[in-house]
Nanobody, 120 residues
Framework: QVLLVESGGGLVQAGGSLRLSCAASGPFSFYAMGWFRQAPGKEREFVAGISWNGANTNYADSVQGRFTISRDNAKITVYLEMKSLKPDDTAVYYC??????????????WGQGTQVTVSS
């Protein structure tokens, strides 16, 4: 069992930056990790994923070049660095753990989410 707790959300102006953190407990280093988001009235969507050792990452087209996912297995934490934020990035952001990066869209574990609001 992997428990995930997100933090770092908040209110930021367009063009600003935020860093989300996801602290884990359990066999963290065996899992690929991902970030997802859900805006009001929309379905949850994939944002970024990272392999168990950090060697491979992938991103949604909408955040490519603006967001960076990373992980520190020693600190059992995964991060999402978000820059050049836009109002369309407003959503609840969720951390998730999956067996591997190929199955990141079918996570085994979810965090509770953290709100990110980008004002125009």
């Amino acid at each position: 069992q992997v428990l995930l707790v997100e933090s770092g959300g908040g209110l930021v102006q367009a063009g600003g930056s935020l860093r989300l953190s996801c602290a884990a407990s359990g066999p963290f280093s065996f899992y690929a990790m991902g970030w997802f988001r859900q805006a009001p009235g929309k379905e949850r969507e994939f944002v970024a994923g990272i392999s168990w050792n950090g060697a491979n990452t992938n991103y949604a087209d909408s955040v490519q070049g603006r967001f960076t996912i990373s992980r520190d297995n020693a600190k059992i934490t995964v991060y999402l660095e978000m820059k050049s934020l836009k109002p369309d990035d407003t959503a609840v952001y969720y951390c998730a753990a999956a067996r591997n990066l190929q199955t990141i869209n079918r996570p085994n574990h979810w965090g509770q989410g953290t709100q990110v609001t980008v004002s125009s």
